[in-house]
């Protein structure tokens, strides 16, 4: 049987002893070829979730298991398969887009690489500014490129932190395609935080609700619809982030 | 190192080689310094040198010779050091500590930087220092690869020593890349022998390196002879000094990854 995209157990942050965990022995399993969404309010949560995720940060307790690989001791082969793209981080803006794309390329090991590079220049657009310093571009033409970046390694397991932030809604509409095109061409898991619910609600088969660092609800957005009794997620994201009742429970 | 590790080092150095190509203040800054420690030295050896007495002509190679060396010191930490911060001013660690590098090979990739920074650095100073004042610093002869990779080494142990302190401190000890080295020139022995410090601080320069390569450096100039002690202290030392910067290197690597610092390195 196929290991899943992520198996995490009893995931636990805590950055202060004695203090309230950052996340609270969050469990779940996601199987490969889905999109899964992240959502909860600041401090939730979800950025210490997707860094013990990445192995950037050590969990207190609990483990990640990422494509089968422990990483709390194999993080690197899973790494090897997996990318992750933030507007919070930036790629070296004096270099060009080219030229980043060709580090990355080198760090992740990918074969044929400049035919690689090229495919993704024209899949997404970057033509015209691939040879431009990526400091010089637009937010928009920015999160392409850390998109594609994002995507030079064809990773099984993707992970993306407000993917469309900031970006205009044609712009925002593109990139949500994109990873629609680039999920079903390749089966890939993307797991995704976001405050856009228009957006969780259009790409994700499950979502996972978190507040003060534990999930609080889960399921399909069409089942947490229902539950909830609203029209859309924001609302559904509303009720939870407020203590409201469930529709159900009424 | 198998071709995967070798792959993902050229990776990294590609990205800074990518950089000073495009970048041509970097390239000149590099050179600067060195080459006006050079001019600013060479003329005072000169001014001692000028009676032509062959006590001020070897005092006039020792100086410059201590001046290129220590340069190469310098500017080995410098190169190491600075390679990192680049990482951290373009906050592009994020990206760099979620790839397949492990630390092992970034330690690598910054070595080898720093090896072609301090090329770039110091040889237009050598150059400079043959043509103006007739002192080739390859006269020291083969013993000079010697002095040379045992001062890198140092330059590379000390780096590593800041760069876990940028990983502790963040951006905020991004001061320490560019002066430590200058703490630690008085007790290195570059321009005088150890004997001329006072007995109480005399075995923390022999504690450093760097202070038996210049005591080797002066042998050779002076005596004519290869000091075949100090160049074994000055290798041995450096095993030690690298040893102890990997391990405070390694772990506050473990501790910037219980903090959750990776992500966000700054000031």
Same mark, same amino acid.
């Given at each position: ?35 899964? %969404?992240? @959502?909860?309010?600041?401090? $939730? ?55 980043? =794309? ?25 033509? &015209? ?7 010089? =571009? ?7 490129? $850390? ?9 099984? @397991? ?11 809604? &044609?712009? %925002? &509409? ?12 390749? %089966? ?19 979502? =996972?609700? @978190? ?19 609203? &029209? ?19 | ?14 990205? *800074? ?212 002690? *100090? ?37």
């Amino acid at each position: 049987m196929e290991t899943p995209a992520l198996l995490v157990e009893g995931l636990t942050k805590t950055y202060t002893p004695g203090a309230r965990p950052a996340v609270d022995g969050l469990s779940f399993t996601m199987p490969r070829g889905e999109t899964w %969404g992240l @959502l909860g309010g600041n401090g $939730a949560g979800k950025s210490t979730t997707i860094a013990m995720l990445l192995g950037l940060l050590v969990p207190s307790s609990g483990r990640v298991l990422a494509l089968g690989h422990d990483m709390a001791t194999d993080r690197f082969a899973a790494l090897a398969r997996m990318n992750f793209s933030s507007p919070y981080i930036a790629l070296p803006h004096r270099l060009t887009v080219r030229e980043n =794309l060709r580090v990355y390329g080198h760090l992740y090991g990918v074969p044929e690489m400049e035919r690689r590079i090229a495919d993704l220049v024209a899949e997404f657009d970057l033509g &015209d500014f691939a040879d431009r310093p990526a400091g010089q =571009l637009s937010a928009g033409q920015k999160t392409r490129v $850390a998109l594609a970046k994002a995507l030079i390694n064809t990773p099984a @397991l993707l992970l993306l932190d407000e993917p469309t932030a900031s970006l205009d809604p &044609d712009t %925002g &509409d593109w990139v949500r395609s994109a990873l629609e095109r680039y999920r079903a061409e390749t %089966g890939a898991a993307i797991l995704l935080a976001s405050h856009n619910m228009a957006e969780v609600e259009r790409l994700c088969a499950n979502v =996972l609700m @978190l507040k003060g660092g534990r999930v609080v609800d889960e399921g399909s957005p069409a089942a947490l619809l229902a539950k909830y009794g609203r &029209d859309d997620l924001e609302e559904v994201f509303l009720d939870i982030a407020r203590g409201r009742e469930r529709a159900e429970a009424l | 190192m198998g071709a995967s590790s070798a792959r993902r080092i050229w990776g990294l150095v590609y990205r *800074h080689l990518a950089l000073y190509r495009r970048s041509w203040p970097r390239v000149l800054e590099l050179m600067y310094w060195p080459v006006l420690q050079m001019v600013v030295w060479g003329f005072i050896t000169a001014y001692l040198a000028g009676v032509q007495q062959n006590t001020a002509t070897i005092a006039a190679g020792v100086l410059l010779g201590g001046v290129l060396l220590w340069e190469i010191t310098l500017r080995s930490q410098m190169g190491f050091a600075i390679s990192f911060l680049e990482e951290v001013w373009s906050r592009n660690l994020g990206h760099i500590f979620v790839s397949p590098l492990r630390p092992w090979e970034m330690v690598t990739g910054l070595a080898a930087m720093s090896v072609l920074r301090t090329v770039a650095a110091v040889l237009p100073a050598m150059l400079l220092a043959f043509m103006l004042y007739g002192f080739g610093v390859w006269k020291l002869g083969p013993v000079l690869v010697v002095f040379v990779s045992a001062l890198m080494a140092m330059g590379w142990a000390v780096a590593l020593a800041v760069t876990a302190l940028i990983l502790r401190h963040g951006a905020g000890a991004e001061a320490l890349a560019w002066g430590v080295m200058f703490g630690i020139a008085p007790f290195a022995a570059v321009f005088y022998p150890v004997a001329v410090l006072p007995p109480w601080l005399q075995p923390v320069a022999l504690s450093i390196p760097a202070a038996h390569v210049f005591e080797g450096m002066r042998a050779a100039l002076i005596d004519g002879r290869i000091a075949w002690d *100090h160049l074994a202290w000055a290798v041995a030392l450096d095993g030690v000094w690298l040893a102890l910067a990997a391990w405070i290197f390694l772990a506050q690597f473990h501790q910037a990854r219980v903090r959750g610092a990776l992500l966000n390195i700054g000031e």
